[in-house]
T-cell receptor, first 109, second 114 residues
Framework: GQQVMQIPQYQHVQEGEDFTTYCNSS?????IQWYKQRPGGHPVFLIQ?????EVKKQKRLTFQFGEAKKNSSLHITATQTTDVGTYFC?????????FGTGTRLTVIP | NAGVTQTPKFQVLKTGQSMTLQCAQD?????MSWYRQDPGMGLRLIHY???????DQGEVPNGYNVSRSTTEDFPLRLLSAAPSQTSVYFC?????????????FGDGTRLSIL
């Protein structure tokens, strides 16, 4: 079955440091989505990448989709305490999304 | 719009008890799904539905039943609760039946089985 692996599982950073999480799929993905889940909350959609090599930015967040459409990354520049939470990637199957295991980000003030 | 509404928010059950987790959405989304979230394992798909009257199994369907009699509602039933079903359960919906649409999640149900 389709598998989406995500690393690292946890990341602690000082406020102002950068953060990156990586997502790898065992199969080629038609698209990839990223979600953020605040502590105690529910996942919230951030963005979708569709094209090979695509790069999208949302303020301090940069999302990339690999050339082979089997990997993706989320980079946060100069983290802030509001960035805390778990970041999930999710790859599309025929009908469903397959979520990665998530990266829990802690930002130390 | 309320979005996706899940009830209850918290529940404690004894082993062997049954219960139904409720999920309703007011966005006229055709696709609805149930996930469970466990530490270190991300979100795993339990069951999903691409429209009223249609349901199918996800990755971890054993011990759960679903039905979809209306577009709005997608309840999840635990037939005989087991401690392994202690988890946080999320219902999600999206527009149309294609996986490239963003999913909208409910606030979750935190379920403990003793």
């Amino acid at each position: 079955g389709q598998q989406v692996m995500q690393i690292p599982q946890y990341q602690h950073v000082q406020e102002g440091e950068d953060f990156t999480t990586y997502c790898n799929s065992s199969t080629t993905l038609s698209n990839i989505q990223w979600y953020k889940q605040r502590p105690g909350g529910h996942p919230v959609f951030l963005i979708q990448l569709v094209k090979s090599g695509e790069v999208k930015k949302q303020k301090r967040l940069t999302f990339q989709f690999g050339e082979a459409k089997k990997n993706s990354s989320l980079h946060i520049t100069a983290t802030q305490t509001t960035d805390v939470g778990t970041y999930f990637c999710a790859g599309s199957g025929a009908n469903n999304l397959f979520f990665g295991t998530g990266t829990r980000l802690t930002v130390i003030p | 719009n309320a979005g996706v509404t899940q009830t209850p928010k918290f529940q404690v059950l004894k082993t062997g008890q049954s219960m139904t987790l409720q999920c309703a959405q007011d966005m006229n989304h055709e696709y609805m799904s149930w996930y469970r979230q466990d530490p270190g394992m991300g979100l795993r798909l339990i069951h999903y539905s691409v429209g009223a009257g249609i349901t199918d199994q996800g990755e971890v369907p054993n011990g759960y039943n679903v039905s979809r009699s209306t577009t709005e509602d997608f309840p999840l039933r635990l037939l005989s609760a087991a401690p392994s079903q202690t988890s946080v359960y999320f219902c999600a919906s999206r527009l149309q039946g294609q996986a490239d649409q963003p999913q909208h999640f409910g606030d979750g149900t935190r379920l403990s089985i003793l």
